[in-house]
């Protein structure tokens, strides 16, 4: 039944002593392909661009300087992982900077002036500042990947971190500009961000911390509430508070994408952290009730469902932006109009004016037809599998489920914007992941990114060692001959580890 | 239709085309990765490494892989012996009970301990936490995927 599977030598040299430079054919190859595909997109957009604006006929790249920035940044992110020896996933890098790769053509193809930045005299416009934050996030991703070496900053101070995140959530209260109506951005200086983005991330991990903390007790006690059974009640208390939360983004932030987001990723991660439907059932009757609740107390949300449910009500007024997405993506047709040749101006404006940060699956969805969205949402799928596989392999629950939580909130966030500019689901103002412009969206992202691909990092040492309660651990194997293991006098509990540790 | 038109046409869905060739070898290395995991996947529930151990047997860094049931202790029937004198003929018995696994202590006289904790009875674990028997320490992993 059971077998030594022999010895395995569990202290690896950390390679931090010496590099030792490992290749990585296939994600070289596959970002040839990227480069390759991007050079073709770019041409054929140069090509239009240039008929339109009645210039001489040449097929070649719009800004081929830009482009040729880009690419060389995911090749310097390819060889940094070489030179570090990283054995990584090789597949992310090239899936993320497809996708990065054609936001950066949207981008070039809108009107520039949707943004305007300035720096060093020298004006920027909407592609130059997407290129900057794009390489911000590619150099945060290789950072993470490279430098983190240990995941005990992350596990160790998961309730630091929630502070941390709920800082950042009441620091958007307060500090909070509304834009479009929703309360999501905040201004220090001459920076702003978007908190939410970054929220996204803290909150996985501390969802990784906290049920990785107490799986074996969710999942295995109940309490009978009648007839059905549902976790003991004080486990069961963060699902309110994180229900809470969810509600609390909707009222005070307006911020409908994000409230969803947060808790469909709670309770996936719940899900795979316990494998119980009832929590999932429990979960989503909550949430059913949360949306009921908020459709009938508030204004801004019954507005949304409304659209969501009948946008050509009012084509030119609450559902204009829904409408004009619908026929963005009905003009694309199978195979679109081609980069550079859709979007009509009406009155020499776009339709869509945040088309750049919330409808950039619609401008893609006219340009590059049916066929091109259907390959975007596959890339999209390529790195939900990736990050899913990532926690099968994982040495343990904290890890695994630290992948899983960071793939499904990309997967989830692009599900959700992607729904809202299709009309499968409300519209809610979030961005698509490594597409939309915005800075704290890409480099949010871009943080996913790194964290995943530390997390597939074949070369790491093992799992730190469990927090145990103060004073209490056996330091067996530092002090040879030591006595039999003095264990604490206390009478004997049911392990909950580190349930007593604070 | 000039030369040119054509060109411009032709680069358009070569775009196009070279996303799905993307995802082609995005699918083919994943299709492998997939396939060399289920060849490579033991019939395991999880592994039992051995983190310290003061004892000749087990050694520090052994592995065991586990079935639903593991007897510990002492005596050489046990799935996994630990040669200690610290640690009863029957220690404790890890089990896979469908969601989580459980280390039970089967009354030994030095007790088991979880995470430094001791082991009243039945108690559930997860994977990453600790176990000692007698003076070797165990950590409980997922298998190897």
């Known amino acids: ?502 | 239709m000039d030369g040119y038109a054509l060109a411009v046409w032709i680069v358009r869905l070569a775009f196009l085309a070279l996303l799905y060739v993307f995802l082609a070898a995005v699918t083919r290395i994943l299709l492998r990765d997939l396939r060399g995991a289920a060849v490579g996947r033991a019939s395991s529930l999880g592994r039992l490494v051995v983190v310290a151990s003061d004892v000749a047997e087990p050694t520090a860094g052994q592995a065991f892989a586990l079935g639903a049931v593991a007897p510990i202790g002492r005596d050489v029937n046990n799935a996994i012996v630990v040669d200690d004198s610290f640690a009863s003929a029957e220690h404790a018995v890890l089990t896979f009970r469908g969601r989580t696994w459980y280390v039970e202590d089967l009354a030994s006289t030095n007790g088991t301990f979880v995470n430094g904790l001791r082991v009243a009875g039945l108690a559930a674990i997860g994977f990453g936490d600790e176990v000692q028997v007698g003076r070797v320490r165990f950590r409980l992993e997922r298998p190897p995927a």
């Open chain 1, 1 to 502: 039944m059971t077998a030594p599977a022999g010895p395995v030598p569990l202290a690896r040299p950390t390679a931090r002593a010496r590099l030792r430079p490992a290749p990585r054919p296939r994600e070289l190859a596959l970002l040839g392909i990227v480069a390759v595909a991007l050079l073709a997109g770019s041409a054929s957009l140069g090509a239009t661009e240039r008929a339109l604006a009645g210039q001489p006929a040449v097929l070649a790249p719009v800004h081929p300087f830009q482009l040729g920035i880009y690419l060389a940044a995911l090749l310097a992110a390819h060889l940094a992982q070489v030179v570090a020896g990283r054995r990584t996933d090789q597949v992310l890098l090239p899936a993320v900077g497809l996708l990065g790769g054609i936001g950066l053509l949207l981008m070039e193809r809108l009107p520039q002036d949707l943004v305007g930045a300035s720096i060093a005299g020298r004006s920027l416009g909407l592609s130059d500042v997407h290129l900057v934050w794009l390489l911000v996030a590619i150099g945060a991703a290789t950072a993470v990947a490279v430098a983190a070496r240990s995941d005990a900053w992350l596990r160790r101070y998961k309730y630091t971190w929630a502070a941390f995140g709920i800082a950042l959530l009441l620091a958007t209260f307060v500090l909070g500009r509304e834009v479009d109506g929703a309360l999501l951005t905040i201004s220090v200086g001459p920076l702003s961000g978007q908190p939410s983005e970054l929220l996204k991330v803290i909150l996985v991990i501390f969802l990784a911390g906290y049920l990785s903390e107490f799986r074996p007790i969710l999942a295995t006690e109940s309490t009978r509430l009648g007839p059905i059974r549902v976790p003991p009640v004080p486990y069961l208390l963060p699902m309110l508070a994180m229900w809470a939360v969810a509600f609390l983004i909707v009222v005070f932030q307006r911020d409908l994408g994000a409230a969803f987001l947060f808790f469909a990723v709670f309770l996936a991660l719940l899900y795979i952290a316990t494998g119980r439907a009832a929590y999932v059932v429990l979960g989503v009757a909550l949430g059913i009730l949360g949306a009921l609740l908020a459709y009938r107390l508030f204004g801004h949300v019954r507005a949304r469902v409304d659209i969501w449910l009948d946008p050509f009500a009012d084509p030119l007024g609450a559902g204009y932006q829904v409408v004009q997405s619908l026929y963005a993506f009905a003009r694309g047709g199978v195979f679109g109009t081609g980069l550079g040749a859709g979007l009509p101006l009406v009155d020499g404006r776009l339709p869509v004016p945040a088309i750049h940060t919330d409808f950039p699956l619609a401008a893609l969805g006219e340009e590059l037809g049916l066929a091109g969205v259907l390959a975007i949402l596959g890339c999209y799928l390529v790195i939900v599998e990736r990050g899913l596989r990532i926690a099968a392999s994982a040495a343990d629950d904290f890890r695994a489920l630290l992948a899983a939580g960071l793939a499904l909130v990309v997967g989830v966030q692009a599900f959700i914007i992607a729904g809202g500019n299709l009309r499968i689901i409300p519209l809610t103002g979030i961005t698509l992941p490594f597409i939309s412009y915005g800075g704290s969206s890409l480099l949010a992202n871009g943080i996913v990114v790194g964290l995943l691909l530390a997390l597939s990092d074949r070369g790491v040492g093992p799992p730190p060692a469990p927090r145990t309660p103060g004073g209490l651990r056996f330091r067996l194997g530092s002090r040879r001959g030591s006595a039999a293991p003095v264990g604490p006098a206390t009478p004997a509990r049911p392990a909950t580890p580190a349930a007593s540790a604070r």
